[in-house]
Nanobody, 122 residues
Framework: VQLQASGGGLVQAGGSLRLSCAGSGRFFSSYAVGWFRQAPGKEREFVAA????????VYGDSVKGRFTISRDNSKNTVYLQMNNLEPEDTAVYFC????????????????WGQGTQVTVSS
């Protein structure tokens, strides 16, 4: 499985961005996908994850109520809709995939994309 994250950019506080994670491989739709982020000088942290069918999701405490993860298996793509962005959301965002079940633990993910930069200005 190969992953390609995109959609990052510069946005003002309160704005929105939608990240995409495009997966290759015939079995991508059977994988759980997670988003993680890493800010400068900080450890990588869990953001959100979705199971293979999209019926189960989980979010990190800092993004609950602002971010929404979804997937379109017909397009082999997972999305992260980010609303009401805050300067503290500034980080490189990575998507990752694993065989079921869904997980918040980065060590459980076998496949990683290259990351996309999100910068939120105050």
């Amino acid at each position: 499985v190969q992953l390609q994250a995109s959609g990052g950019g510069l946005v003002q506080a309160g704005g929105s961005l939608r990240l995409s994670c495009a997966g290759s491989g015939r079995f991508f739709s059977s994988y759980a996908v997670g988003w993680f982020r890493q800010a400068p000088g900080k450890e990588r942290e869990f953001v959100a994850a979705i199971n293979w069918g999209g019926g189960s999701t989980v979010y990190g405490d800092s993004v609950k109520g602002r971010f929404t993860i979804s997937r379109d298996n017909s397009k082999n793509t997972v999305y992260l809709q980010m609303n009401n962005l805050e300067p503290e959301d500034t980080a490189v965002y990575f998507c990752a995939a694993k065989r079921s079940p869904i997980s918040t633990i980065q060590g459980a993910y076998s496949y990683w994309g290259q990351g996309t930069q999100v910068t939120v200005s105050s």
